[in-house]
Each structure stands twice: as C-alpha cells, then as structure tokens.
C-alpha cells in the first residue's frame, strides 16, 4: 500500500508547496518593491533557475547520498515562517533576484527535488514491480497535479480568506507534515542500495538540445501571456496566476495516466499559433474575450510542445537527464523574457517570437514539411492570411508612433493619432491610454494645447474635486501619466507629481507640455509609499488634495489601496484635505476597499461616475474621494454620492483582487 500511495502524496504535497510558494512570495515582494510588472517575469525567472538547481542536485548528488538525502530536507527549517524582505534602497532587478535568494532561495531549491528524487527511488524499488518500476512518469503528472490544484487553492481560499502571516504558518505546517511524509515514502520503497548511484548514460547531444529547445519556448510563451495580462489588467496574483494554471495543466494532461495529445493538435497547432499572432498584433481592441485567446494559444501551443517532449521520452535510467534539459529549457525561456527582452526590445515581443521560435523548431526537427499535404497547404494559407492582417494598416487611431520604451514598469507608446476628428497625441501602455493632449496649428507649425483631456477633463470627476480646493491650491499626484492634472493649475499654486518610473517622466517632459504650464511643478521619482513617508519625515507643507492616479495595467496597484496607505495619504492632506483615487477600470470594482479603509479610519468615501454627456474629448471616468464627512459633503452638489457597495477592507498583509472581479 505505501509502495503505491505514499509516492503520489510526497510528490503531489512536495508540488504543491512549492508552487504555493510562487505566489505567497509574489505578494510578500510587491510592497517592497512595487508594482512594476517585471517582479513577476523576475521571480519566475528565480523559480525557473531554482528547479534547474534542484534537478542538478537530484541528477548528479541525490543518488549517492540515498537515504542521507533526507537531512537536507530540513535544511529550509531555519527560513520559515516566510516574511517580506526590507526595501531595498533602488528595487532593481539584481536587488530582487537577491533578496529572494536570501530569504526563499533554499527553501524552494530543496522542495524542487521532490520529483525527480521520488522517480529515482520508484526505479530502484524492492517493493514495486516491474511493470510499474518502468513507468515513473505518472509521478510527474501527480507533481504537476499538485502544482495546478495548490495555485488554484491560492487564488480562491487561501488570498481571499487569510492574510500573509497565516499564510506563512500554515505553510510552515504543511512543510513539517511533508518531512514526515518523505521519510515514510523512503521506507516505504526501500530503494535498492546496489543501485542508488547510478545515473545512467548520457543521451546524444542532439537529443538534449531537442529537450532544452522544445521545454523553453512555452515557457517564454507563458511569461509572455502573463506579461501581456499584468499589463493589461494589473499586478496581482490572480492575474499571474492563470497563464501559469493553464501550462501547468498541459503537463498533467501529457504526462499523466491518460496520455492526452489528440491528433488533431498534433497536426493543427501551428494554425492555432497563427491566431495568437494576429491577437498579439491586430485584435487589441476587443475588451471581453481577448484574455482568453492568449490562454487558449497558449493551451494548445504548450500541450504540443509537451506532446512532443512526452513522445522523446527516454528509458527511466535516463530520467534525470530528461528533466535536468527540460528544466534548463525552462530557466532559458523565462530568463529570456525576464532579462534579455526588456534590454532587446521596446514592446512585449517575447510572445510571437516565442511561437515562431518554437515553430521553427519542430519544423526542423520533426521535419515539418514532410507532413500531410493538406494540413502544409492549410498552414501556409493560414499563415498568409495571418501576414497581410498583421500588415494592414489600422486606420487613425494607430497614428505615427514618436516613440517606443519599455521599462521594468510598464511598456509605453507615444503617437500622434487623429481621435474623434481632432489631432491628439496621446502615451499608450498596452491598451490603456495614460494621457492625451490636443495639437494645435498648422501641419508645420504645431504646438499642443495645455487644456487637460480625458480623465482629467475640466467637467470631469477630477475637476469637481479641484473647484472645492481654497485657492491657491496645493496638490499632490501619485502617478505622472502625461502630467495632464497640472493643466489645472494657475499663477501661485502648486503640484507634486509621486512617479515611479522614470520613463514615463522622461516620455512626458519631452513629448508633452503640460509640464511647462503655470503654476510650479515638482516631479519626485521613486514609490509613492516611500516617497510620501520621506516626504513627511522632511515635514515638507501638506497639500490640499492628494490624487491616487497610479496605474499598473489597468488597475491601481493593491499597496496602494490599503488602509495603511491611506493612513500614510491623510498624513500628508491633514484632516481638511481629500485623498481622491482615479479607479476607472474595465475589469475591477475597486470601490469595496476604498469604502472599507474609509471607514476604518471613521472618514467618509463618496464616489461619481461619469459616462454621460461628456465634454469634448473628455474619458468616462469614475472617482473617489475619501475625507471628513463635512469636507467630502461639499461634493455632493455636483452630484457624488456616498458608495454604497458593501466594504472590504484591504491591508497590507490581507488584499484580494478576486472579490473586486467584474465577471
């Protein structure tokens, strides 16, 4: 019974813990570091490298340590319970990748054994048969088994319902009972002595290479679509989440009992890839359905390359050489996406370029062109097609791109469009629109009109806030955009701009003249929680009014919504002063926490949407304002009203985006 049972449970648990960890640590990251999207790509980077550490050790240590292999999983022992690591003093890639090697380096390495050690013992068992002794490979399904079904735990059970210092607890429970379960699967198998420091031959050259190559390119895949989500969408477990589910899913259906690869995968991939290149660069419009595209590629593209890394199998004594290449593919994928296409590239370019990669790749080596007539001649119709629509042009919205950057926060877009029949130029990050300002004059002789659009409009939500202010006014903005908000600004007043970017700083100081308007200007970069605390360490003056206009994707990174946030924004406006939040969003209700920090500070937090007869070249925007009830009543004539929502309250060790989806 133990033979046959206690192996799926140590791999299954050992799985599961050790992609629980994935995004515990995620979260214990962002307030150190921020929101920048890149925290992500850069941790699964680690985690990637990590099980490539792991599998080095199980390939070429575990072996010969046998039993003795045990005490090195107490060694994570010392790490736990898991706690953020402190603020750097410049929160770079190389400071991240450090202090998780600090703080969750050993702890993920040791658990990233589990597999590969429990297929060595399942081979070299007295007490499993033959037949079984030879067919290790549902232990990997029930490893990748208990990766999906501890993400999904994750998402739905443990973030909604316990903040990060139980979290950490329980996972430090889970870890004890483990270590009880592995030294029973030891005994429970009774690996042969005579056996257990084998390694057996190394494969060809080429075959390691075909395992590392076909392994590496979903994985840049995955990172990809993730990237494309964050962007889209926001910094947040949930959001990394999926992308992740569903590659981890592919392996369980190739590997497992079931052997899952139908032959019409196997043959119509290639055309399914064609479609996620035309979403990448053509579709970016659609609002509803678009995410699932990018996932269901990425299903049918991961499963093929997984189908076909299954169908390379070697024998069982070649095991470990499999995954040591397939775990080194990995890292490369990921560190591709985390490290070299920030520095190549100034759009998200890793995602087409990875199908390519990996069409060309099979194409080669599983000679392509030697398939079914039929299914080439559909491929290179599709294919075709894929290229003029990619080609077209898209009509004035497009309009001529002035520049193109990409930064560990974001990737960005400043064009000259024709919108709504007027010439704008306007700074894009991925479909979101960070800004606009309307061109004036001649074709050869344009200048841009310092009157704030959009979000930032004259009758928008925002500019109601503005005309309560006792004048001269003194604000404070977390987020720069284009600067559009110190177009309110008159002769003697005052705006401090909190932009954590400096791309964006750079972007809008060359392209847009907002900057240069009336009124002084301060541009302070860095993380608005930290920047704000110096600000009143310093006692610098307190403003009138704080504006939340931070954005990462589409929504308001989560530390910037928490209670102790808003603590830290009341310090800086004083008790007559508002603190206002920009929470227009296409995916979140961001309105639950606002009302549930409000309230747990006895402040009141009223609300407007405004989607109707809208000004000229004015956005549909929605607002909050958070303040005393006599300051933010003052509102109510120009029609906000009290948020009636019912309140959640986020806090800097308990936040969920799962409860603000708008399904």
């Not at 081979?123 to 290790?136: G, L, N, Q």
């Not at 392994?215 to 990394?240: C, E, I, Q, R």
């Not at 994707?553 to 800086?572: I, N």
């Not at 070249?617 to 003052?634: T, W």
């Amino acid at each position: 019974m133990g033979s046959r049972f206690l192996p799926p449970l140590f791999v299954g648990l050992g799985a599961a813990l050790l992609f629980a960890m994935e995004p515990l640590v995620g979260r214990l990251l962002l307030p150190s570091f921020g929101s920048a999207f890149h925290v992500w790509s850069t941790s699964l980077m680690f985690f990637q490298g990590g099980l490539f550490l792991g599998y080095l050790y199980a390939h070429f240590v575990a072996p010969r340590l046998g039993g003795w292999h045990l005490l090195t999983l107490l060694l994570p022992l010392p790490f736990l319970p898991f706690a953020p690591p402190a603020s750097p003093a410049e929160p770079d890639v190389a400071s991240l990748l450090g202090a998780m090697s600090m703080h969750f380096g050993v702890p993920f390495v040791v658990l990233s054994t589990t597999s590969v050690v429990a297929q060595q013992w399942w081979t070299r068992s007295r007490t499993v048969d033959d037949e079984e002794r030879a067919s290790p490979w549902r232990l990997y399904a029930a490893s990748n088994a208990g990766s999906l079904l501890a993400l999904v735990v994750y998402v739905f059970v443990w973030e909604p319902f316990s903040g990060l210092a139980t979290q950490g607890w329980m996972w430090t429970a889970l870890y004890v009972v483990w270590l009880g379960v592995a030294f029973a699967c030891w005994r429970g198998l009774a690996p042969s002595p005579a056996s257990q420091t084998s390694i057996g031959a190394r494969p060809t050259g080429r075959r390691l290479a075909f395992w590392v190559l076909v392994a590496a390119w979903p994985s840049a895949l995955s990172l990809g679509v993730t990237n494309v989500f964050v962007l889209d969408v926001g910094n947040a477990p949930l959001v990394w989440i999926l992308p992740l589910v569903v590659y981890l899913l592919t392996f369980v259906l190739v590997f497992g009992r079931a052997r899952w690869y139908p032959t019409w995968m196997r043959r119509l991939w290639p055309h399914v890839s064609l479609v996620g290149l035309v979403a990448f660069f053509r579709i970016a419009g659609v609002e509803s359905w678009l995410p699932l595209v990018h996932l269901v590629v990425l299903f049918v593209v991961a499963t093929a390359a997984h189908g076909e890394l299954y169908e390379s199998r070697p024998e069982p004594e070649q095991l470990t050489w499999f995954y040591l290449a397939m775990a080194l593919g990995g890292w490369l994928g990921s560190a591709l996406v985390a490290l070299l296409a920030p520095e190549l590239f100034s759009s998200l370019l890793e995602y087409p370029l990875a199908i390519v990669a990996l069409l060309v790749t099979l194409g080669v080596a599983k000679r392509a062109w030697k398939a079914p007539r039929g299914s080439v001649i559909g491929f290179a119709v599709i294919a075709l097609a894929a290229g003029v629509a990619i080609g077209m042009p898209q009509g004035d919205e497009v309009g001529r791109a002035l520049a193109k950057r990409r930064s560990p926060y974001g990737v960005y877009r400043v064009v000259d469009v024709v919108e709504r029949g007027h010439r704008m130029r306007r700074l894009d990050s991925g479909r979101t629109v960070h800004g606009r300002q309307a061109m004036l004059g001649a074709a050869d002789d344009v200048h841009l009109s310092r009157e704030p659009l959009g979000y930032y409009h004259r009758e928008s939500p925002l500019g109601d806030v503005l005309r309560t202010l006792p004048r001269p006014r003194r604000l404070g903005v977390v987020g720069l955009g284009v600067g559009a908000i110190a177009g309110h600004l008159e002769a003697g007043e005052h705006v401090s701009f909190h932009e954590i970017d400096p791309v964006v700083v750079e972007l809008a100081e060359r392209f847009f003249t907002y900057l240069d308007g009336e009124g002084e200007v301060r541009l302070v970069t860095g993380d608005a929680r930290h920047t704000l605390a110096a600000e009143r360490r310093e006692e610098i003056a307190p403003y009138d009014a704080l504006v939340v206009d931070a954005f990462s994707g589409d929504a308001v990174p989560l530390h910037l919504l928490t209670v102790e946030a808003l603590d830290l924004y009341r310090a800086r406006v004083g008790d007559e002063g508002l603190v206002v939040y920009h929470v227009s969003n296409r995916y979140l209700d961001l309105r639950p926490p606002l009302r549930g920090a409000a309230e747990a500070r006895g402040l009141e937090a009223w609300v407007k949407d405004r989607g109707r007869d809208l000004g000229v070249l004015e956005d549909a925007s929605r607002y909050v304002a958070i303040g005393s009830p006599e300051r933010v009543r003052a509102l109510e004539s120009f029609g906000w009203r009290r948020i009636e929502v019912p309140p959640r309250l986020f806090t800097d060790d308990h936040a969920s985006v799962l409860p603000l989806w708008r399904f």
